[in-house]
């Protein structure tokens, strides 16, 4: 079992940051792929970022390429997605997942664990 809790959601401008941060905790000593996974309103979850074990790969969506970045630091057992240049479209619950897949996957069925989620509004 892995347990994921997000933090860092909030409100921000159009064009402004945010960092979002995942702890994980249980089943920590294993190798596990991190993706981030956001739903809007009326939508389906869809696949943001991912990132292996080792962060040598990582994948994205090709909406927030090159404005998000996928980090983690596997001594505090902590992911992290860094959003710059936000934009309204960006508003949705970002989700954390764990997978212990040997890949690093975008689709949501391929992630064993999920975090509670955490919003994040940006306002034109």
């Known amino acids: 079992q892995v347990q994921l809790v997000e933090s860092g959601g909030g409100l921000v401008q159009a064009g402004g940051s945010l960092r979002l941060s995942c702890a994980a905790s249980g089943r920590t000593s294993s190798s596990y792929v991190m993706g981030w996974f956001r739903q809007a309103p009326g939508k389906e979850r869809e696949f943001v970022a991912a990132?292996?074990?080792?962060?040598?790969?990582?994948n994205y969506a090709d909406s927030v390429r090159g404005r998000f970045t996928i980090s983690r630091d596997n001594a505090n057992n902590t992911a992290y997605l860094h959003m710059n240049s936000l934009k309204p479209e960006d508003t949705a619950i970002y989700y954390c997942?764990?997978?212990?897949?040997?890949?690093?996957?975008?689709?949501?069925?391929?992630?064993?664990?999920w975090g509670q989620g955490t919003q994040v509004t940006v306002s034109s």
């Open positions: 997942a764990a997978s212990f897949r040997n890949y690093v996957a975008i689709l949501p069925r391929t992630y064993d664990y």
């Open positions: 990132i292996s074990w080792s962060g040598r790969n990582t």
